[in-house]
């Protein structure tokens, strides 16, 4: 059920596997909703770290998700398949997907979405799922995070570095992070960090011990792996929970399991994407009760980078691989 729809529509896509140039903007049937599924006219579609391991050939979607990148989206509702509840039809949406944000339509499970108050700009309700998703889940389902405790987290100025910074504040917690650079320190204190260490001119792990008088801090969030995870545990107070979430650096390394033993450490991490659609729904109803009212209300809102036109999705992967942003990159497909 849905209003007129075309047959046909813009997407990216790419021929082979490379670097930020193999994307293309290209034709693509426009989906249609199966069951408990809805299809979004998308207004603008974030842009994250796991599209570019995607377009690398390194994060193949999981079966059945469309093969067109992108995770999250914002936009109108213009048909629903069985099972939706028929008033979603013509509302403002933000939505988590399975994939096939980068399309003027996107095919997302009705469970994964957040209703835009028309206060919300959809430029920024498209920037907010999938930081959301993955910071509520890992800070504080996986990592416990709770107030007065201390959160570490690594790029503290990428969109999910951001993220982590409000969340944990509005629930008080203290957050340090570390930045590349003193620009991005002074961007991270701005946002709410209590503290941000320049990794590339000071040791972290000592940095964190200065700060804290040794005592350390209670959850680390790791989006670099690899040799970052031993000199992490250093960081961890007692009963302290190390959350892995990427592997940036690297899938292997060593850890001193006598360290793990003696300071009752937990080490956990996910990845969302692969999870159950009723996980997903699970998590969405967790959020719109303890932490969309505050974007809601525009106490919170995301930290925007960059609007490249769809068009432009190549341009868009290559600053987000240089590094320089700050906060989160979205593509403008409608408007809105």
């Given at each position: 059920m849905g209003l007129n729809l075309p047959e046909d529509m813009q997407a990216i896509g790419f021929a082979e596997p490379g670097g930020p140039e193999v994307l293309v903007l290209q034709e693509a049937h426009v989906p249609r909703p199966g069951p408990q599924e809805i299809l979004i006219r998308v207004s603008y579609a974030g842009v994250n770290r796991p599209d570019c391991i995607q377009r690398q050939g390194l994060y193949p979607p999981p079966p059945g998700a469309s093969p067109i990148l992108g995770l999250e989206v914002a936009g109108e509702v213009v048909a629903i398949g069985e099972g939706v509840p028929h008033e979603l039809l013509g509302q403002m949406v933000a939505a988590l997907t399975p994939g096939g944000g980068y399309a003027e339509f996107c095919i997302a499970p009705w469970g994964h979405c957040l209703p835009v108050p028309e206060a919300m700009p959809l430029i920024e309700a498209a920037a907010l799922p999938e930081t959301l998703f993955t910071v509520w889940h890992n800070v504080f389902e996986r990592g416990l995070l709770r107030d007065g405790e201390r959160l570490l987290v690594h790029g503290g100025t990428s969109g999910i570095g951001t993220m982590a910074i409000m969340l944990a504040r509005a629930f008080d917690a203290e957050v340090i992070v570390t930045c590349g650079?003193?620009?991005?320190?002074?961007?991270?204190?701005?946002?709410?960090?209590?503290?941000?260490?320049?990794?590339?001119?000071?040791?972290?792990?000592?940095?964190?011990?200065?700060?804290?008088?040794?005592?350390?801090?209670?959850?680390?969030?790791?989006?670099?792996?690899?040799?970052?995870?031993?000199?992490?545990?250093?960081?961890?107070?007692?009963?302290?929970?190390?959350?892995?979430?990427?592997?940036?650096?690297?899938?292997?390394?060593?850890?001193?399991?006598?360290?793990?033993?003696?300071?009752?450490?937990?080490?956990?991490?996910?990845?969302?994407?692969?999870?159950?659609?009723?996980?997903?729904?699970?998590?969405?109803?967790?959020?719109?009760?303890?932490?969309?009212?505050?974007?809601?209300?525009r106490e919170l809102k995301p930290v925007m980078d960059r609007a490249f036109p769809l068009a432009d999705a190549a341009a868009a992967h290559a600053r987000m691989e240089a590094g320089d942003h700050i906060g989160k990159i979205v593509l403008e497909v409608k408007g809105g």
């Open positions: 650079d003193e620009a991005k320190c002074a961007a991270a204190r701005e946002l709410g960090a209590n503290h941000a260490i320049n990794y590339r001119e000071e040791d972290f792990v000592e940095a964190v011990k200065a700060h804290t008088g040794g005592s350390g801090v209670n959850v680390v969030l790791d989006m670099v792996s690899g040799d970052y995870v031993p000199r992490n545990l250093k960081c961890l107070a007692e009963d302290g929970r190390h959350v892995t979430i990427a592997v940036l650096g690297g899938m292997q390394t060593e850890i001193n399991m006598a360290l793990v033993m003696r300071n009752r450490l937990t080490l956990t991490g996910s990845t969302l994407r692969p999870r159950s659609d009723a996980f997903k729904s699970a998590l969405a109803d967790e959020i719109t009760q303890n932490v969309w009212p505050l974007f809601a209300s």
